[in-house]
């Protein structure tokens, strides 16, 4: 399983530096939907990070897919979660299992 990273130059930045290989720079919201429904149809990719300010520009639609999606994990960072899963409970329903426990 792979790590994906979509977001702006600088966002991605530093996920590349850490030596994630999978990184997509999304500047416009048409790249970024691209970008996302391309990842999501990747099945080497367990993890997708978004920047939760990238996760508002999306279509509803897409949003709530992206919500539900196990495979693909979806971590949205860079902000507060509101009304969505904590990324524990994200965590807990991709593995199966409470890590916290």
Same mark, same amino acid.
């Given at each position: 399983?792979? $790590?994906? #990273? +979509?977001?702006?130059?600088?966002?991605?930045?530093?996920? *590349?530096?850490? &030596? $994630?290989? =999978?990184?997509?720079?999304?500047?416009?919201?048409? =790249?970024?939907?691209?970008?996302?429904?391309? !990842?999501? /149809?990747? &099945? /080497? !990719?367990?993890?997708?990070?978004?920047?939760?300010?990238?996760?508002?520009?999306?279509?509803?639609?897409?949003?709530?897919?992206?919500? =539900?999606? !196990?495979?693909?994990? #979806? +971590?949205?960072?860079? &902000?507060?979660?509101?009304?969505?899963?904590?990324? *524990?409970?994200? $965590? =807990?329903?991709?593995? &199966? #299992?409470?890590?916290?426990?």
């Amino acid at each position: 399983m792979e $790590i994906a #990273v +979509i977001g702006n130059s600088e966002f991605i930045l530093g996920f *590349r530096l850490a &030596g $994630i290989r =999978k990184t997509y720079a999304a500047e416009s919201d048409e =790249k970024l939907n691209e970008c996302i429904t391309s !990842v999501m /149809q990747d &099945g /080497q !990719v367990g993890i997708l990070v978004l920047n939760s300010s990238d996760m508002e520009r999306i279509p509803r639609r897409l949003r709530a897919t992206l919500d =539900k999606s !196990v495979k693909p994990t #979806v +971590i949205a960072i860079g &902000g507060e979660e509101e009304g969505g899963l904590s990324m *524990r409970e994200k $965590i =807990k329903r991709s593995v &199966g #299992v409470d890590l916290w426990k």
